[in-house]
């Protein structure tokens, strides 16, 4: 059986997203620990900091009776004294499942070549897709659904989990509008979406009319100098998603993929509002990396 990856959703057709959602929802409903991955390990590869994906990595596989084992990569040979395809090759005979959460796409691609095992991808440079996974389960709950809905992305658009975003709402017809700085290096790249369709629209307040979603993200990701701070700040401030913005659409959710910036991207009147699900977001990301484990090794519950 050929192994199954998660590099980028769009890797995955329309009925894989179904699945994992559906069987997410299902995870999170009965709340057993099952020991159906007992006996599997999970090898944790960190490039960069991390809180939910760590902990809801680790504590997923617990829950399924499984081990995982945290490598910081900064401790290791690769890229130094060892290539990609011997590292990919031995960790491989080590574990039934790799996560990896890196700073370049290539990166994974190529560990994913080499593996014979299932590698799942926990952030990099291009997409975040065990986020997005999290954030369509969100919607689900608390929405009914996602399909004809709207998500409105304030901000910086040219990051991994917009590029998600898009990639999946495409596959479960959910409309996704940006509104950005009308220039290349606030919006989507267009290489990495490839064939993705969005709306743009400029004017936030436009923008967010109609939505079912307001979501944004930090306006620094991990790639950005942070000589750029101000001029990104000055320049994003429009798309801070306050009071005012909120209010423009009473029946919207607020969604951030955290951490959070508070007083950058987003005000405390709205990230701590009752219409602010983020924190729901964070734990869904445990219910839906379970279902994406099971999928990728191909256990049946």
């Known amino acids: 059986m050929k192994k199954r990856d998660l590099l980028s959703l769009e890797d995955w057709k329309k009925s894989d997203i179904s699945d994992v959602i559906i069987r997410a929802e299902k995870l999170k409903r009965n709340r057993k620990t099952v020991n159906v991955l007992n006996g599997k390990t999970l090898l944790m ?6 809180l939910r994906t760590y902990l809801s990595f680790d504590i997923a596989m617990y829950q399924l009776g499984g081990h995982a084992i945290f490598y910081d990569l900064s401790h290791s040979t690769l890229g130094k004294k060892e ?47 065990c986020q997005v996974l999290g954030d369509f389960l969100t919607i689900k709950e608390k929405l009914g659904g996602f399909q004809k809905k709207k998500i409105a992305f304030l901000g910086d658009a040219n990051n991994n989990v917009v590029h998600s975003l898009i990639l999946e709402g495409n596959r479960t017809g959910t409309e996704i509008i940006i509104s950005s700085p009308d220039k290349k290096e606030y919006l989507p790249n267009p290489k990495v979406i490839a ?7 400029k004017d936030p307040k436009k923008a967010v009319k109609d939505a079912d979603v307001i979501y944004t993200d930090t306006w620094m990701s991990y790639q950005v100098p942070k000589s750029q701070e101000k001029k990104r700040i000055k320049m994003l401030k429009p798309y801070q998603v306050n009071g ?12 951030h993929c955290l951490p959070a910036k508070r007083g950058h991207e987003v005000t405390d009147d709205v990230i701590d509002s009752k219409r602010s699900v983020v924190y729901q977001q964070a734990e869904n990301r445990m219910w839906s990396e379970k279902a994406v484990l099971l999928k990728c090794l191909g256990v049946k519950t």
């Open 45 to 50: 590869l960190f490039a960069k900091p991390s």
């Open 83 to 129: 290539s990609i395809k011997d590292f990919s090759k031995v960790i491989a005979r080590y574990s039934d499942v790799i996560m990896a959460r890196l700073y370049e796409h290539k990166q994974i691609e190529e560990i994913a070549k080499y593996a014979d095992v299932p590698v799942i991808n926990g952030l990099t440079n291009y997409y975040h897709p």
């Open 195 to 201: 064939k993705g369709k969005y709306k743009y629209i």
């Open 244 to 255: 005012k913005i909120f209010n423009i659409n009473k029946k919207a959710i607020f969604m």
